[in-house]
């Protein structure tokens, strides 16, 4: 009897034994360890080792005794990379589906996933070792037309594959077979196989396992479980050993019992699931923490890990987290990781399609397809992947590029690009009020320099048009990341192997895959590219010294003295179990394939938690992403059960021991929530503990209401101030404006000049919808023979508008979008009836005069005596219309609706009106302006602020009954620029809520977004 199937549970000593079997081998002999994947494949080595070595012992997985057996194959097959599976899968699935084979999957066939799923399958029915006849046959008898289309794929796939001369990694297992079943008769293969650590086998598995049955020496195969099986953890394994049995009958069964381990390994692997487990009382050592997130859990498992590390002295490398969904754990992970300075070995490949390397590089492939888009162009210039010096360019152009964007208007295209420069380059006659504006942007050679930059790249993206050969593309990209310099601006950990990814890619992208075009476009040269780096993997060396991360099926053999399980919540660990949409678990039980459901997951529950020695944190969240309360899952239940008293529920702002904190800013966040450090010896902290002071102190003052420069009172800029608002600075109606609705918002717009950048689209903005229309309506009463006749005005409106449409994109800059013309359309007949409206509102006033300066354009501005200083305003009056007793009336048009009333007066947002109408007695015309209000021209309606019903309700005029809107100005002015002259510049959210523009929005501790923001 050679081969010997030894079952025992978990940490009972079958790997130990099985090693010392095979160290005491020949020497000479080929021997072989067959573990389940990488992972273990390394901890047996390191086992091994410290077993005291063995001479002759190779281990891996059956892929690499697959690949060591075909080294003495012969044939003329070549073997398909994984790429050239998936480029081949994807052009069988566009031929089928343009066929009209596939009428069930035809929806879902062009999706991504879809050729991932193929794969999957065709994997599966191949390691099952199903010829496609069978599978065919199989699917038509069983009616299944989703089963007949992967059937058709499938029968397809393998055709193509033969035809070709091509075999793919799972075939190698069937090359492998059948160089084994050649063996001659007898004992002839390799002296000893352990296969060590699995707890199922694929069908082709089990056929190589009957073969080393027959020709191996000694072939030792463990299984995890006991004599009878009757445990409910063990219900996993049954299949694996009935089937192991069926495959080899006459093996020989040795059972161990439970071995000798910890007490902790002793409870876990002896009552876990057990009904009425008999709770194990060393509770210290067990942990159960119920925390209310996800990113939650990975601090306080990283927490727990590094008070274990320096206090327990426990070696890093000696402890593990297990993480089921390891995307939705790993950024916290790696951020938590980074603050208390612990390093992590992560253990799953990556995909390459994720890696920021490569999204960089599609960026910058794609930009001709794209067409230039702005915000395209301005990522792939500032990212630090690319060296652009080839064309003269440095990464901080991108916001040179931004500026010009700006300025031209430029949403995309190469031709925008290029025509904005143009116009920068030329040399600028401006208005000297304009020079501040214009120094924004790059101009003359700067601008020059910009241009040949954007052409030149352009040359290196230029792409040939129609079809070439796949070594032309991937020849065409080499030379793009060469001539970028992508080697020498990687620096991070992983992207050389990114980078050495995309360099296999584009190798094996040199060639069409078999029964492929031997030619394509560009755009899908592109695409299969795209494809490949999705279904590519990167993978970066873990690190020795680290704490291992795990997912649950890569945690079922090894030891650590602390182990952490994440996750222990509904849907997360178990993961539900769905039944796979083309092979139904009936199905795959008559294929002998593994079930999707009934996966007894507990099984795997039970040997990952056996691997913790001394130390255990099981974690769960209790809240989901959106704030609902978050079940935990039948595992958690259970281990409370073996674990009394062992869970608790931590709240994020619960107060701890600040010697529990992991990191500096715990300590100090910690010891804030305590409102005391005095635990803490505070000179250890240095800068952070500075930092920290100095942010309280603002706090506080910002708490208290506190007059401080913390809250925008800057008294110590007032000279400076002075400077810039002399006294014969000529103030606009806007900058008091803006200093009444919020002083802040006055300071750092008005002040330090700064602007929220709003990118450029298609399309005017608000601004240049009022000039536009200001400039319509100004045009239109002009030039009407009878201004005070509304049909005379409209006619006038058609008369003049097709010119001011046509100049306005060039204009106001803005670039026109596919509903210019119906919006042209649309702002007429609103036009039409705001002239009919307002002719109506305005009966017995006659218009006599528009768009009248003051203080601007050559005229005067408006001069107030305030409070023994002179103070200058300017603007400009839409409308003056005088009626039939001299008297004058100011109209100001708005786009908008908001802030038309009286309120706005009394608050200080509004001051045109009164302003306007104090200037209009400084402009030469006879009679006194009493009347004046908004208009809103879209709602063709008038404000509710009439000049002359006005009463204000300001502190300062109580009691004043000939109080009227110019004395209401007159406050607010006074109070506005003695406020701007004592540098008084509190964030004050108007009522209305913060505006949308204003650019300090992403920083003020004030900020409260409502209607306008
Ligand atoms: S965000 Fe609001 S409160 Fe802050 S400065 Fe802007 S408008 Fe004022």
């Known amino acids: 009897m050679t081969t010997k199937i030894i079952i025992g549970p978990a940490r009972s000593g079958k790997t130990e034994m099985c090693y010392r079997h095979i160290r005491a081998q020949d020497h000479f002999r080929e021997k072989w360890i067959i573990v389940p994947d990488q992972i273990q494949s390394r901890l047996a080595v390191a086992q091994l080792a410290a077993a005291g070595g063995a001479l002759g012992v190779a281990v891996g997985t059956f892929s690499s005794f697959y690949r060591h057996l075909l080294e003495t194959a012969s044939g003329d097959s070549v073997q398909l990379e994984e790429l050239d599976v998936q480029r081949m899968l994807r052009v069988l699935v566009e031929e089928a589906?343009?066929?009209?084979?596939?009428?069930?999957?035809?929806?879902i066939a062009g999706k991504p996933g879809f050729v991932d799923v193929l794969r999957d399958q065709v994997r599966e029915l191949i390691q099952a070792d199903i010829p496609p006849q069978k599978f065919m046959q199989m699917a038509a008898s069983a009616g299944s037309e989703l089963m007949q289309e992967l059937s058709f794929l499938y029968e397809r796939y393998q055709e193509v594959k033969h035809k070709h001369r091509r075999h793919d990694l799972e075939d190698t297992g069937r090359i492998a077979l059948a160089q084994l079943c050649n063996q001659p008769e007898g004992k002839t293969g390799p002296a000893c196989i352990v296969v060590d650590g699995f707890d199922s086998f694929s069908g082709l598995q089990l056929a190589i396992l009957r073969e080393l049955d027959r020709c191996a020496e000694s072939l030792w195969i463990t299984l995890p479980g006991d004599a009878d099986m009757q445990r409910p953890v063990f219900r996993r394994f049954v299949r694996a050993r009935k089937r192991v049995l069926e495959s080899i009958p006459d093996a020989e069964i040795q059972v161990l019992s439970a071995g000798t381990g910890t007490p902790l390994t002793e409870a876990v692997g002896t009552r876990l699931f057990e009904d009425h487990p008999e709770?194990?009382?060393?509770?210290?050592?067990?942990?159960?923490?119920?925390?209310?997130?996800?990113?939650?859990?990975?601090?306080?498992?990283?927490?727990?890990?590094?008070?274990?590390?320096?206090?327990?002295?426990?070696?890093?490398?000696?402890?593990?987290?297990?993480?089921?969904?390891?995307?939705?754990?790993?950024?916290?992970?790696?951020?938590?990781?980074?603050?208390?300075?612990?390093?992590?070995?992560?253990?799953?490949?990556?995909?390459?399609?994720?890696?920021?390397?490569?999204?960089?590089?599609?960026?910058?492939?794609?930009?001709?397809?794209?067409?230039?888009?702005?915000?395209?162009?301005?990522?792939?210039?500032?990212?630090?992947?690319?060296?652009?010096?080839?064309?003269?360019?440095?990464?901080?152009?991108?916001?040179?590029?931004?500026?010009?964007?700006?300025?031209?208007?430029?949403?995309e295209g190469l031709p925008e690009w290029m025509a904005g420069l143009e116009q920068l380059i030329r040399p600028r006659q401006t208005e000297d009020t304009l020079i501040s504006v214009w120094a924004a942007f790059p101009q003359g050679d700067e601008a020059r320099r910009l241009r040949d930059g954007l052409s030149s790249l352009a040359g290196l993206l230029q792409v040939p048009s129609g079809k070439q050969s796949f070594s032309f593309w991937s020849e065409w990209l080499t030379a793009l990341i060469a001539a970028m310099k992508l080697e020498s601006r990687i620096c991070a950990e992983g992207e050389a192997e990114a980078l050495a990814g995309i360099a296999t890619i584009?190798?094996?992208?040199?060639?069409?895959?078999?029964?492929?075009?031997?030619?394509?476009?560009?755009?899908?040269?592109?695409?299969?590219?795209?494809?490949?780096?999705?279904?590519?993997?990167?993978?970066?060396?873990?690190?020795?010294?680290?704490?291992?991360?795990?997912?649950?099926?890569?945690?079922?053999?090894?030891?650590?003295?602390?182990?952490?399980?994440?996750?222990?919540?509904?849907?997360?660990?178990?993961?539900?179990?769905?039944?796979?949409?083309?092979?139904?678990?009936?199905?795959?039980?008559?294929?002998g394939m593994e079930p999707r459901l009934g996966r007894e997951q507990r099984g795997l529950f039970y040997q990952v938690l056996t691997r913790a020695d001394r130390y255990l944190l099981l974690s769960r969240p209790y809240l989901s992403d959106v704030g609902a309360a978050w079940e935990a899952s039948p595992y958690w239940r259970e281990c409370v059960k073996l674990f009394p008293g062992a869970a608790e529920r931590v709240r994020a702002d619960m107060p701890r021991p600040l010697a529990d904190a992991a990191s500096r800013e715990e300590l100090l966040q910690w010891s804030a929530r305590r409102g005391s450090l005095e635990e803490v010896e505070t000179s250890a902290l240095g800068e952070s503990w500075q930092a920290y002071l100095h942010a309280s102190r603002i706090l506080a003052a910002r708490a208290r209401g506190e007059q401080s420069s913390y809250d925008g009172w800057v008294q110590?800029?007032?000279?400076?101030?002075?400077?810039?608002?002399?006294?014969?600075?000529?103030?606009?109606?806007?900058?008091?404006?803006?200093?009444?609705?919020?002083?802040?918002?006055?300071?750092?717009?008005?002040?330090?000049?700064?602007?929220?950048?709003?990118?450029?689209?298609?399309?005017?903005?608000?601004?240049?919808?009022?000039?536009?229309?200001h400039e319509l309506l100004e045009g239109s009463y002009r030039t009407a023979a009878q201004p005070e006749e509304a049909e005379s005005v409209i006619a006038a409106l058609h008369e003049i508008s097709g010119r001011v449409f046509e100049r306005a994109p060039e204009k106001y800059g803005f670039k026109p979008n596919a509903l210019w013309p119906v919006q042209q359309t649309q702002w007429i007949a609103l036009l039409e009836n705001t002239i009919l409206e307002l002719q109506k509102r305005q009966r017995g006033w006659k218009p006599l005069a528009l768009e009248r300066a003051f203080g601007m354009r050559g005229e005067p501005p408006l001069a107030l005596q305030l409070e023994g200083r002179e103070v200058f305003l300017r603007g400009i009056v839409d409308r003056i219309d005088q009626d039939a007793d001299g008297y004058l009336c100011v109209i100001d048009y708005k786009t908008g609706s908001a802030s038309q009333d009286a309120r706005a007066l009394d608050e200080g947002i509004r001051l045109q009106l009164p302003l306007y109408a104090m200037a209009v007695a400084g402009m030469g015309f006879e009679g006194e302006a009493r009347e004046g209000f908004y208009w809103s021209i879209p709602q063709a309606r008038r404000g509710s602020l009439m000049l002359s019903k006005y009463k204000p309700d300001i502190p300062e005029l109580e009691g004043i009954e000939s109080a009227g809107a110019f004395d209401a100005a007159r406050v607010h002015i006074a109070r506005t620029l003695s406020g701007i002259q004592q540098g008084r510049f509190p964030p004050k959210p108007p009522q209305r809520g913060c505006p949308s523009y204003c650019p300090a929005a992403v920083w003020c501790w004030r900020h409260s977004p409502g209607r306008g923001g």
């Not at 592109?526 to 279904?535: H, S, T």
């Not at 993997?537 to 991360?549: G, K, M, Q, T, Y």
């Not at 006055?746 to 700064?754: H, N």
């Open 506 to 591: 584009l190798r094996d992208l040199l060639q069409p895959v078999p029964g492929a075009a031997s030619v394509c476009s560009y755009v899908r040269f592109l695409e299969e590219f795209q494809r490949a780096l999705e279904a590519a993997h990167w993978e970066v060396e873990p690190a020795r010294n680290a704490v291992s991360v795990l997912q649950p099926a890569q945690a079922r053999s090894g030891a650590y003295h602390a182990l952490v399980v994440l996750g222990l919540s509904e849907g997360l660990l178990p993961e539900i179990e769905r039944e796979d949409p083309f092979l139904p678990d009936a199905i795959r039980e008559q294929l």
């Open 279 to 411: 709770p194990f009382a060393a509770a210290p050592p067990v942990v159960m923490r119920e925390v209310r997130s996800p990113a939650q859990e990975a601090r306080e498992a990283l927490r727990w890990l590094k008070a274990l590390i320096l206090r327990e002295q426990i070696p890093v490398e000696r402890c593990a987290l297990v993480v089921p969904a390891l995307q939705r754990y790993r950024p916290g992970l790696v951020s938590a990781a980074a603050e208390f300075g612990i390093p992590l070995a992560f253990h799953s490949k990556r995909v390459l399609g994720e890696s920021p390397l490569t999204a960089a590089l599609l960026a910058l492939c794609s930009l001709p397809l794209k067409n230039w888009p702005r915000h395209d162009l301005l990522t792939v210039l500032s990212s630090p992947y690319f060296d652009f010096s080839i064309c003269g360019l440095q990464a901080s152009d991108a916001s040179a590029y931004e500026s010009v964007s700006r300025y031209a208007q430029i949403v």
């Open 716 to 773: 110590e800029l007032q000279v400076e101030l002075k400077g810039w608002f002399p006294p014969d600075y000529i103030w606009s109606a806007s900058a008091l404006e803006t200093y009444g609705t919020c002083p802040h918002l006055f300071f750092v717009t008005r002040v330090l000049g700064l602007e929220a950048l709003v990118p450029p689209e298609p399309g005017y903005d608000a601004l240049q919808l009022g000039n536009m229309l």
């Open 97 to 107: 589906a343009t066929t009209g084979k596939l009428p069930h999957t035809a929806a």
